[in-house]
């Protein structure tokens, strides 16, 4: 097979190769990041002063459901896919995936189904304004024009994620090389194993959601209208049945690479790597049964919302193991903080800070306090920002020297680690303040007295968007770069995908390599 990779455009419409394919979900990733990063900045700015009117209360609204959707669909899920289209052929020393010409199809999905999302705007609107979990009734009574366009979009990324998790389960339980068993794989492929498996449980209810959202606008059907005989309130359940385990969804992969990251810059194995698979299982198995923690102030029985504040507080426990096993693996080993390990490490205490947060919103009577109010935003930023951001960060600087064979500039790295950490601090932090005093979410006005920190947050927020653009400088030193690399890149990075030549040549694999003894677990 000849490693000369094709030439022109037709090169990335037509590709059927595994890495070419993760590259164009990563970079449709960033671009993504940028487009509902800028609509967070608008967002932001809208809130910098009570009374700013910088746009009109129905376009904010519109704002915040876009950003939401696009962060989740357009920005998170493609750069895990990329993640997972890119290494895990290369951990379990296969030569592509299981079925390339289906992972073709899964990615091009996505960009026509982002345009379908925002067309509302380019088409006079009103673009979906009922925020990123879309309500019913607000979203089938009263929901624009624009929501069909949402409905159409939602099924298209559901396709997508559903097609990428068939060929991931296929290409982890059929073409690993000889001698690799299911309990010496990486982490990262366990946790995309159980991903994987995860999408195909929960993506179709959510398709079946929209469609009778979709019925219920179009088609006289009463599924979630009281007057006909329905139930808003099936919508919420129906609703966060998919959305809680899709916070898993977006985490797990993410635990997967930091469970990567911090044994080879602590120079050490993994600590209790076994109790890291049973942790991802029992993450995924109990994330079925919290959905209802959304919901404690709907009227829902008492003995259901104590089920389900005790389950969600369960749920806290093998996250929890994961955590201790990480510190761990840090603990007396010889650790060298570069920019990955430095990404990995905040990722550690900002996920935790999202992390007991969510814990005192399971807390019932507690929930009423907090309940709809800015706690619950800063709560899913601090894990979804501070977190799983920090985690693909992570990742990126971890692995795409490897890939390209060249090296970005340590020094911009560091200080893109400095400024996210510190600026979205002052960005969340004071959201869980105004939370905790009673601001409600989801508003483009406040009280005079939540000022304050209010402009705290914004400015914070500005200098979080701006100091990405560092990551995207030291990501163009890696492909277009100079420095050359040799075949040691981190030196404590242990895996099949590190035994492979620098960069990595179009084709690998081509004759799988036999694995002996235990690599991993």
């Known amino acids: 097979m000849a490693d000369e990779a094709p030439t022109g455009l037709m090169r990335w419409v037509t590709t059927t190769n595994h890495k070419d394919i993760g590259t164009l979900y990563l970079l449709f990733s960033l671009a993504m990041f940028f487009v509902s990063g800028a609509m967070a900045l608008v967002i932001r700015t809208e809130l910098y002063r009570p009374d700013l009117m910088f746009v009109s209360p129905l376009f904010y609204n519109q704002l915040v459901t876009s950003h939401g959707l696009i962060m989740i669909f357009g920005a998170i899920m493609p750069a895990l896919a990329g993640y997972a289209n890119w290494q895990i052929p290369l951990m379990i020393g ?10 073709n199809w899964s990615f091009w999905l996505l960009p026509f189904a982002m345009l379908l999302l925002v ?6 609107g009103p673009a979906p304004d009922m925020g990123w979990t879309f309500y019913a009734p607000l ?13 159409f979009a939602i099924h ?12 991931i389960i296929a290409t982890i339980l059929n073409l690993r090389a000889p001698g690799m068993s299911l309990w010496n794989m990486p982490i990262f492929v366990w946790s995309w194993l159980i991903t994987a498996f995860l999408i195909l449980a929960i993506m179709p209810v959510l398709a079946g959601t929209v469609t009778m ?17 329905g139930s808003p309130l099936l919508f919420e359940h129906l609703f966060w049945f998919f959305g809680h385990p899709e916070v898993y969804v977006l985490a797990l992969p993410v635990f997967g690479i930091i469970s990567e990251i911090i044994p080879a810059f602590s120079r050490k194995p993994l600590f209790g790597a076994t109790s890291m698979i049973y942790a991802i299982i029992a993450i995924a198995v109990m994330s079925f049964i919290v959905w209802v923690h959304h919901m404690f102030t709907t009227g829902v029985y008492l003995s259901t919302q104590l089920f389900f504040m005790y389950t969600t507080m369960i749920v806290a426990v093998p996250t929890g193991v994961k955590v201790f096993n990480w510190i761990a693996t840090m603990y007396k080993g010889s650790i060298t903080l570069e920019p990955p390990m430095m990404f990995a490490v905040g990722f550690v205490f900002l996920f935790t800070i999202g992390g007991l947060t969510g814990v005192m919103l399971a807390i019932v009577p507690a929930d009423y ?34 890939w390209t064979g060249r090296m970005y500039n340590f020094k911009i790295a560091a200080m893109h680690f400095w400024l996210s950490l510190i ?18 979410r989801r508003i483009p006005d406040y009280n005079l007295q939540f000022t304050d920190f209010n402009q705290l947050a914004t400015m914070g927020a500005f200098a979080f968007g701006i100091s990405q653009i560092l990551f995207v400088v030291a990501m163009r030193q890696c492909i277009f770069g100079k420095k050359k690399l040799g075949q040691i890149i981190w030196d404590g990075a242990k895996g099949l995908e590190w035994t492979l030549p620098t960069p990595l040549p179009y084709h690998t694999f081509s004759k799988p390599p036999k694995v002996k003894g235990k690599t991993y677990v």
Do not use: C, E
């Not at 298209?156 to 060929?167: D, E, Q, R, T, Y």
């Not at 959202?213 to 005989?229: I, K, Q």
């Not at 600026?423 to 409600?440: D, E, Q, R």
């Open 94 to 103: 296969a030569a592509d995936m299981a079925f390339p010409r289906l992972n």
């Open 119 to 124: 067309s509302p705007y380019f088409m006079g």
């Open 139 to 151: 979203s089938t009574t009263y929901g624009p024009p624009g929501t069909d366009a949402m409905i």
């Open 156 to 167: 298209m990324l559901g396709i997508s994620s559903i097609l990428a998790s068939i060929n």
């Open 213 to 229: 959202m979709l019925t219920d606008r179009h088609f006289g059907t009463s599924f979630f209208n009281a007057a006909g005989g």
């Open 369 to 402: 306090q907090y309940h709809a109010t800015y706690f619950v935003v800063g709560h899913f930023h601090y894990v979804i920002v501070s977190g799983l951001y920090f985690g693909l960060v992570a990742g990126a600087y971890y692995w795409v020297p490897k």
């Open 423 to 440: 600026s979205s601090n002052i960005t969340f932090w004071p959201m869980l303040l105004v939370g905790l005093a009673g601001m409600p």
